[in-house]
């Protein structure tokens, strides 16, 4: 049997990777910080049916794949952000510390939760 | 396609690396903040600035960070009353570096304050793996 299969395991899994990749997009903001004109962004809420990751098909090595920066999700908040400074960047720091800060408690439940099920499929089965 | 944790540390090493590049400029327009020129009527060290740009790594599709360019700040220069100095025009003007200390400073905060931000999400993703590392221990 494969873990996969199982609703929950699949469902965390979507999760581990939602997570992971809106903490690359909010590393992104914080590295553009001071880059004029950069819009924060951030990923859409998950939704465990929408296709997380599309696939685009490329036509050539050198196109931009589909990797992460090419997720569906991806929109820019721009009523969301705490400031707008002159140069036309609104990448806020303590905003974007405060979201890191969300996805690794978020990233630690989801771990323990799948932790703690595996646990569970063990003790039905038997180790 | 590549790992979005390990995306996310080549992201915050490609902001440290530009806030690192920011310092050194920020560094130098300090240091020199007094040369002036040799001979009579030379121009003194001109202030020096970062411009930072958005690059798209193409192997995984993410928006990293780099120096664009580094130009020359073409503020006027401040002018001294100095005869005796070795360059003095004829009038006794000597020109001083665009150099302004307090915005310097101001900048490095700034750039400190970024390079800080930087190291703590290339810390937390650290965090992120070790605890999905985590799941296979117990």
Known sequence: MIMSDIYLSSLGETHSKWLSVRQSVIA???????????????????????????NLVT??????????????GVATGRDESW???HSGGNVSLPQE??????????????TSVMKSFHRMVISVFGS | MMDSLRATMMIAGSGLEAQTQRMRIISQNVAN??????????????RQTVSFATEVDRASGVSMVKVAH?????????????P???????????????????LEMADMREAVRSYEAN?????????????TIDMIRS
């Open chain 1, 28 to 54: 992104s903001n914080v590295a553009n910080a001071n880059t004029p004109g950069f819009k924060a962004k951030d990923v859409k809420a998950m939704d465990e049916n929408s296709a997380l990751f599309s």
């Open chain 1, 59 to 72: 036509t050539d090595s050198r196109h931009i794949t589909s990797g992460i920066g090419n997720i569906d």
């Open chain 2, 70 to 82: 580094t130009d020359f700040d073409n503020k006027p220069f401040t002018v001294l009353y100095d």
């Open chain 2, 33 to 46: 903040a007094n040369v002036t020129g040799t001979s009579p009527g030379d121009d003194p060290y001109q």
């Open chain 2, 119 to 131: 190291l703590q999400t290339a810390k937390q993703a650290r965090e992120l793996i070790s605890m």
């Open chain 1, 97 to 110: 510390m405060v979201k890191a800060n969300e996805v690794s408690g978020a990233y630690g439940l989801n």
């Open chain 2, 84 to 102: 005796n100095h070795v360059a003095a025009d004829e009038n006794g003007m000597v020109k001083m570096p665009n150099v302004d200390m307090l």
């Open chain 1, 83 to 85: 400031e707008v400074y």
